[in-house]
């Protein structure tokens, strides 16, 4: 989403994204996110992929996902170097958040 142009990064680049996708798919149609942080900037349409709160995207914006839709599984696709801080990364998002 972010490298395609949708602001998850900022609240209100987050809540314009929210509203995107409430109108066009409607949010109780999300059953599954592909989640992991971008090493390219926001709408530089490359499909980069980088560790959670290691890219441009960073906690906030995986955070905001979180709140919104905290009963949706999350896909992380990392490479597999960090895997083990990605997950414990996200893990400590969600006991925080939740």
């Not at 905290?70 to 083990?84: G, N």
Request: proline share 1%; hydrophobic share 40%.
């Amino acid at each position: 989403m972010f490298a395609s142009g949708y602001d998850i990064k900022t609240k209100e680049g987050f809540n314009s994204t929210l509203k995107a996708l409430r109108e066009s798919v409607g949010l109780e149609r999300v059953r599954v996110i592909h989640a992991n942080d971008s090493m390219v900037g926001l709408n530089e349409r490359k499909d980069r992929h980088d560790h959670i709160g290691d890219g441009k995207i960073g906690k906030v914006g995986l955070e905001n996902m979180m709140k919104v839709f905290p009963k949706i599984d999350f896909i992380l696709e990392t490479k597999h170097d960090k895997i083990k801080e990605d997950i414990l990364t996200l893990k400590a998002i969600r006991e925080r958040l939740f």
